[in-house]
């Protein structure tokens, strides 16, 4: 078997901490293709599941040619509602906010477009793939509800993770009244599907009532705690391995339907089976960015300060399931003004379950509001950045507590200097480069919670001087193998090439979620206070022990680096690891830790990371053809473990800006409710060639109150803003404001 | 039906028996020869995750039919480095971080190989702003959705002049 | 992907009688094919595998002038070939405009040819579709018509052709060889797609059987390579089907047009030639006021299929003028580092 790659040493060549720009640790294992992801994973017996799935979003199934599937060479068996594995419990029941319900072959009814209505099992892939195909579904046939106009409006129980719909304070209607200016724009965003390059891909095998599953996950204890209950087996018979994750951006969070079918095929023919998601069957059960249409009403004074700000959205859940994207969280942070509404109004349609994507709410939120902001600007002929600091917002809106830390002036001040923003003209049309194309600039600000969870993570240290710290913590690109190695290293006082990190399975410590930009802070946070375990124990071995130089310092009184424990006020005096351990006939120390929010400060203040986007784009004056041409970035996200990696992940956000404001949108017919294009081929998300040049400003900011590290997350702030600028550059460089996104080229034509 | 196919690999003779005519080159990698690093991302030549060298030239896997391609010299990513020592397209996609999730990348850096190959064979240089224009098309087949583009476009062209410059020398 | 018999054909005259056989379909590269089988689009009880038939993979200048391109000629190998990339720059620079670099690595003359719609409700087998089931009726039709055509179309289908290539080998005037069991002939590409009329499942004049050996660009041809450009605009930078693009050349004499060509892409379901069009250039002063009698009379009859689609008329107006100025401004040295690309002519963004 390849290696799967548990256990990473840094290669020669870096040395350092936090702080350090450090390449990836697991690098050399992505280059050469030895990184093994869950759908390379092939066991002795494996068998190939293929998904039938509907072609119509909303009837039942009347009838399947199972007959046909089976006689097809290769197809071992045929799962359908007839035969499959029966459940502990009805995925259907919902535990909590974050238990979607799943479709899991326990009826007839189709609720969505893609929905999984059968498994085909197979000797070979190819076999499975055409007893999937043999099967040729027979329906019947309901009319389906699809888009925002779907049915009358309601107002949810809850958006996002259980926020209230509806916020705000004041009077916005008398602060329209009262304003000098005035602008109402609807803007509407699509649905948008996460598209990870991994499909979801899982194999599965069981050894009585114990499973091994393969599958990516951005939570592994969550992703137990569901198998464990659907299956009815305790969650100690469940081992998942995800040491890597092709790319999660939300998708992953929450275990889906087809990786649950997966361990159902496996229980069904006794074989390890593997069931990789074909890029259309992740159109559907796997979540996606729910498409809003968000009414933005603002007022302003003869100065240009917001009198009112009233943010209206209209999203889409599914028929049979609740996730209403907070789009108007946004309005809750950025901008001050004394009359603030954000409400959030629902329907239903027979779609899949919407889910968290990369910057859920903020991305789509900030889309509409950073172009509303612009074209308030541009109705009191001020300067859009010169706008957004005439409404900057001292503490945060509605709830009026404090900022942790917020370093927006300084990404507004820095970023616009890089980008030469003071030789913006105010009007649009008015820059063209050399080659006749229209050229213009716009701004966005950039915002994202800073969130934490709660993990936890052993950390031994030996008297060799090495040491591993071990948490179920999850990498799907953030950089996790590296910066978690860099704050256990610094944590232990061990250089990091004397550290071996281990994560990525279930049978560890539950390294929390890897999403909400939260996972540095929380399995960080847990790394760090488990090497201070181990710290605090070889300190009071040492300080307590006549013998050693350190006698008498107290725990506190010294500091861990470089292998010793040295002194704080004398560091001539120190002692190695191995000394320390020695005299005590130890060879090792082992510690735990856990982080968690910490409720007091959450109280205390509002704790976001901030940022400015400037981008430029060029329009074919003619052809309407458009390319972003730069992006400059500055972002304030407290302490910066690794320079490299955070700007990796800033670049990434901002393609995904420029993703959402040109190029994604998932097209259903609304007559079948079928999809269009869940395709890679049609659905566009941008290519190299797309690429500006990019820059992006890592400005400093410190922050006592956030958490122990102070780290905020960098993973989705990206995309916030960006959308935005790019919309405002524009209607900069044509006059054309597009209100409804992506914006194409036809709707430049003029 | 069993139909015997001859591929080299990464140098190596591979003989095997295909059970079914469907297979794609991509399949026979990975799920007959173990080769996982090639990776589906699409399987249908949307997304890049999956190419390979045949005979030189960059495809995507997914879309060739194994049968047909009897006899051909494929390069996949396990075949670049010589040993622990990382080819240099390898090594400068880790120094330009040109990576994220890492799903992508054995494809991009096939990509990478086939791309500067064809700019050599074509007497195209990396020497100005206009060639990274030219990378940037050139490796517009592999999709990355962590938006990795910057660090791949930099690690490319990194890769290729440092391949001229060793030419000139070599010369 | 249903299983399959697989031949290999060993001659012409093998292949062209295995694939007479019905259910019978040709596999070159299969960029275009293996992607319907896996959709359950293309359905072939036997695929015939040309790919190691002798002398179709060669570009060959005739003592008359013309160009004999294989079947088989990657286009890549086509888009590099010198003689083509000198002789016929907008046939180089159409090729380089699609796809990716993977695709046109394996992807054939040919098989550019035959290549289907990207109509989403061709590639959908739960819609009914006419090129698909003849008489089963066309669901584009009040659906998401984007990408549809505004000439050509039919009540019964309204997709348009993909390819680039096809474009300027449109506007040059080649002849594609056919190989049936009669012996060969050739057929003007202009006659060899057909519009959808009322029977959109016949796309091409190929009978059961029949192989294209070669496409042949006339020794006329040869006469524009100082004034061809292939405008191809699109949603992406690359990597993006077209949604409108255009094939100019002319030949320039003494300040007036000689001769023109050109054709339009993306608007119909073969490339769109209109002789008036051209006529209306030849001996014209090259002006935009020229350039837009042309535009005018290729795109003249133009209707859209859908609302969606209506701004592709006036779209393709402009793509031609475009097309036109950048073909008198004259072929580029070098080509450019965005092969057709509206961004291309961005100063110094040219490669060798």
């Known amino acids: 078997m390849p290696e799967t790659a548990p256990r990473i040493r840094q290669g020669a060549g870096n040395v350092g901490s936090i702080g350090a720009p450090l390449t990836r640790r697991e690098g050399p294992l992505k280059v050469t293709g030895r990184a093994l992801f869950a759908a390379d994973t092939l066991p002795p017996g494996l068998l190939h599941a293929a998904l039938c799935t509907a072609r119509i979003a909303r009837g039942r199934v009347t009838g399947l040619d199972v007959a046909a599937a089976e006689r097809h060479p290769g197809v071992v068996a045929v799962m359908t509602p007839d035969n499959a594995p029966t459940l502990a419990k009805d995925p259907d029941a919902k535990d909590g906010p974050f238990t979607f319900r799943l479709d899991l072959l326990q009826n007839a009814s189709v609720r969505y477009a893609n929905q999984p209505i059968a498994v085909v099992i197979a000797e070979t892939l190819e076999a499975a793939t055409e007893g999937a195909r043999l099967l040729a579904p027979r329906y019947e046939t309901e009319t389906p509800r699809i888009g925002l106009d779907a049915e009358a409006p309601f107002t949810p129980p809850g958006i996002g993770i259980g926020q209230p719909p509806d916020e705000g304070h004041g009077d916005v209607e008398a602060g329209l009244a009262d304003a000098a200016a005035r602008i109402e724009a609807v803007y509407e965003t699509p649905a948008q599907y996460h598209n990870a ?49 092709g790319g999660g951006f939300g998708s992953k969070g929450a275990i889906s339907g087809p990786q649950v079918l997966a361990c159902m095929a496996a229980r069904l023919v ?10 259309e069957n992740m159109y559907g059960p796997m979540g996606h960015r729910a498409e809003t249409r968000q009414t933005l009403r603002l007022g302003a004074d003869a100065d240009g300060k917001l009198t009112a700000l009233d943010h209206h959205t209209l999203t889409a859940s599914s028929r049979f399931d609740d996730f209403f994207e907070p789009a108007g969280g946004v309005s809750h942070t950025l901008y001050a003004t004394p009359n603030l509404s954000v409400r959030h109004r629902g329907v239903r349609v027979d779609t899949g379950t919407p889910l968290f994507m990369r910057a859920p709410g903020e991305a789509t939120g900030s889309a509409a509001l950073e172009s509303a902001i612009d074209e308030m600007a541009i109705a009191c002929g001020m300067d859009p950045l010169e706008f957004r600091l005439v409404n900057y917002a001292e503490v945060e809106p509605i709830s009026g507590r404090p900022f942790s830390s917020k370093a927006l002036r300084a990404c507004y001040a820095q970023g616009a200097a890089r980008f030469g923003w003071e030789k913006r003209p105010l009007q649009p049309r008015q820059m063209r480069d050399a080659d006749g194309l229209l050229v213009g600039w716009g701004v966005g600000t950039a915002t994202f919670p800073a969130l934490m969870f709660e993990a936890e993570a052993r950390a031994e240290l030996r008297a060799d001087g090495t040491g591993t710290v071990v948490i179920g913590a999850q990498d799907m690109g953030q950089g996790a193998w590296t910066a978690l190695a860099q704050i256990a290293a610094d944590g232990l006082g061990i250089d990091i090439a004397q550290l071996t990190v281990e994560m990525g399975s279930s049978t560890q410590p539950s390294g929390g979620i890897a999403g909400g930009s939260a996972h ?3 399995a960080g946070g847990a790394v760090h206070a488990a090497a201070q375990a181990v710290i605090a124990e070889l300190a009071q071995i040492a300080t307590t022990d006549s013998a050693s130089p350190l006698y008498g310092a107290g725990n506190a009184g010294v500091i861990a680096r470089a292998g010793r424990l040295i002194r704080r006020d004398d560091e001539s005096r120190s002692e190695s690891v191995g000394e320390i351990l020695a005299r005590a006939g130890r060879d090792r120390i082992t510690g735990t830790g856990k982080a968690s929010a910490d409720p007091a400060a959450q109280k205390s203040y509002a704790m976001h990371a901030h940022g400015a986007v400037f981008a430029e784009v060029k329009v074919d004056p003619d052809l309407g053809q458009i390319r972003v041409s730069r992006l400059v970035g500055a972002f304030a996200a407290g302490r910066v473990i690794n320079p490299r990696l955070v700007q990796s992940q800033y670049f990434g956000g901002m393609i995904w800006g420029l993703s959402f404001a040109l190029h994604e949108h998932a097209a259903l017919d609304p007559r079948t409710g079928r999809f269009l294009n869940d395709n890679l081929g049609e659905y566009h998300v941008p290519v190299n060639a797309d690429t500006p040049a990019m820059e992006a400003i890592l400005v400093h900011e410190d922050d006592p109150h956030v958490n122990a590290l102070g780290v905020k997350g960098v993973g989705e702030i990206g995309i916030t803003g960006t959308a935005g600028a790019i919309a405002n550059a524009v209607w900069h460089a044509t006059g054309v404001r597009v209100r409804e996104l992506p914006i194409t080229l036809d709707r430049l034509l003029g | 039906m069993s139909i015997p196919l001859r591929l080299t690999v990464n140098g190596e003779r591979r003989d095997l028996v295909l059970e079914d005519p469907r297979v794609t080159l991509l399949d026979a990698l990975r799920e007959r020869l173990h080769l996982t690093g090639s990776k589906k991302g699409c399987d249908r030549g949307q997304c ?10 960059r495809i995507n896997a997914c879309l060739a039919l194994a049968v047909s391609l009897d006899g051909a010299s494929v390069e996949t990513v396990e075949g670049l480095a010589n040993g622990d020592a990382l080819h240099p397209v390898q090594a400068a996609f880790i120094a330009h971080d040109g990576f994220q999730c890492g799903f992508c990348t054995p494809g991009q850096i096939m990509s990478a190989v086939g791309l500067i190959r064809e700019m050599r064979e074509a007497g195209e240089s990396v020497g100005d702003a206009a060639d990274v224009e030219r990378v940037r098309e050139g490796m517009s087949g592999n999709l990355c959705r962590c938006g990795a583009y910057a660090g791949i476009t930099e690690a490319v062209v990194a890769a290729a002049r440092a391949e001229a410059q060793a030419g000139e020398k070599a010369a | 992907m249903n299983l399959f018999a697989y031949t290999r054909a060993a001659s012409i005259a093998e292949a062209v009688t295995a694939a007479a056989e019905p259910g019978a379909a040709y596999l070159a590269a299969g960029t275009n094919l293996l992607d319907l089988m896996k959709g359950g689009i293309a359905t072939p009880s036997r695929l015939v595998d040309i790919t190691r038939l002798p002398g179709l993979d060669a570009v060959e200048p005739q003592p008359d002038g013309s160009t004999r391109i294989g079947a088989l000629v990657r286009n890549s190998d086509l888009a590099r070939n010198a003689h083509v990339a000198k002789t016929y720059p907008m046939v180089a620079e159409a090729l380089l405009a699609g796809a990716s670099a993977q695709l046109r690595n394996a992807a054939t003359t040919a098989g550019n040819l035959l290549q289907r719609t990207r109509c989403a409700y061709f590639y959908d087998p739960a819609s009914p579709c006419n090129k698909r089931e003849p008489g089963a009726g066309c669901q584009a039709i009040g659906g998401a018509t984007r990408i549809h055509a505004v000439l050509g179309w039919s009540e019964h289908c309204i997709a348009t052709h993909p390819s680039d290539l096809c474009v300027p080998l449109a506007a040059l005037g080649a002849q594609v060889e056919i190989a049936e069991a009669g012996g060969r002939r050739t057929v003007p590409i202009g006659d060899f797609h057909r519009l959808p009329s009322d029977h959109p499942e016949r796309e091409t004049v190929l009978e059961p059987g029949a192989l294209v050996t070669a496409v042949i660009l006339p020794p006329e041809a040869a006469a524009f390579s100082g004034h061809a450009r292939y405008l191809k605009v699109r949603d992406r930078t690359s990597y993006a089907f077209a949604t409108v693009s255009a094939a100019a050349a002319l030949t320039l004499e003494n300040g007036r047009i000689g001769a023109a060509r050109l054709a339009l892409g993306g608007v119909a379901l073969k490339p769109w030639r209109v002789a008036e069009a051209e006529d209306a250039l030849t001996g014209a002063t090259p002006d935009a006021e020229a350039f837009s009698k042309a535009a005018a009379a290729l795109v003249a009859g133009a209707k859209p299929s859908g609302p969606e689609n209506a701004f592709k008329i006036e779209l393709a107006r402009r793509t031609v003028v475009r097309a036109l100025t950048l073909a008198q401004a004259g072929t580029p040295a070098r080509m450019p580092a965005l092969p057709a690309s509206p961004f291309s002519h961005a100063a110094g963004a040219l490669h060798a």
């Open chain 2, 48 to 57: 890049g995750a999956c190419t390979v060298l045949v005979d030189g030239r």
């Open chain 1, 270 to 279: 006794g074989r390890p089976v593997k069931l990789v998601a074909r890029r």
């Open chain 1, 520 to 522: 540095t802070a929380t």
């Open chain 1, 197 to 245: 390059m991994e499909p979801h891909a899982a194999v599965a095998e069981w050894d009585g009532d114990r499973l091994t599953l393969h599958t990516p996950s951005q939570g592994l204890t969550a992703a137990v705690g569901r198998l464990a209950g659907l299956f009815g087996i305790p969650p100690k018979n469940i081992r998942i391995e995800s040491p890597y994750l």
